[in-house]
């Protein structure tokens, strides 16, 4: 049963692995990430996802717990609403797979209250029509004990949590979860579609709704335009149309299609601009919490 809001939510995925030769707006050290942050949540962003990376080099920091600690410390000083969650890497044990999130949860001057998961499995890469180059050939997957063991802790840690969806057994996947009791409340799906992945379905009104077709009508959820390549745009005026919410950043797409290099503000403000369009305003993450029945 979808959970239609008056209320969009905004997330905005600050950094990712995008590079600043890209766009040099792109926030790197934790510092950067924290003034991004807020100026995100200023534009009207709930939440705000980023990636522990090397200030000089900008590599993938794993797990990165100081870093995101550091930046989340920054963030709380002027935005303790605001819901701030960090990525997570691969590993054969869940318990230290994911170990980094209890630690930023139990640290009180972080309070860790939001996360993602991605549960099953997908090959990350991407094809170039242009070029024929295929880039990423990492296959990258969350066993079903380790989804069991992040909603457990979630659980536990009072995590608000969402559910990236990058092949229809992603859905599938998740609805079992739900019906085994490992998840309550409303789902949230992001549907992470993209014009040149090798992965799930093409960016359409048509993928979306077949993804959203396998979900049983007794299980409420609500979902999130997260979308790579030129289609993001249509794909969020999609769900803005629908009552449903956005994600956008520079982490997903740092260049626009016209070659523009805007900020995330930037990026976050025009997201609103498209909700007040068909009569919505951001939701405030109080107001999120409140969407996704979080108490």
Known sequence: MFVPADQVIIEAAINEQSSKAQNPHVPVSAEECAADALAAAEAGAAIVHFHARDPQTGA???????VYAEAMRLINAERPDLLVYPTYTGGADPVARFAFLGELADDPTVHLRSATIDPGAAVFSFFDEDTLEIRGDGLFGVPHSHLEHFLTLAREKGIQYS?????PGHVRITVAA????????TVLF????????LWGLPPSEAAVDTYLGLVPDDIPYTWMAYTYGPSHWDIARLALARGAHVRVGLGDNPVEADG???TNAELVARAVEMAAAVGR????PAETLAILGVA
Do not use: I
């Open 60 to 66: 993938l920091l794993s797990p990165g717990t100081e």
């Open 163 to 167: 559910v990236v969806v990058r092949e």
């Open 178 to 185: 739900h019906r085994k009791g490992w998840m309550t409340g």
């Open 190 to 197: 992001k549907l992470n579609l993209a014009d040149q992945a």
């Open 260 to 262: 523009a290099r805007p």
């Open 281 to 284: 305003e951001p939701a405030t």
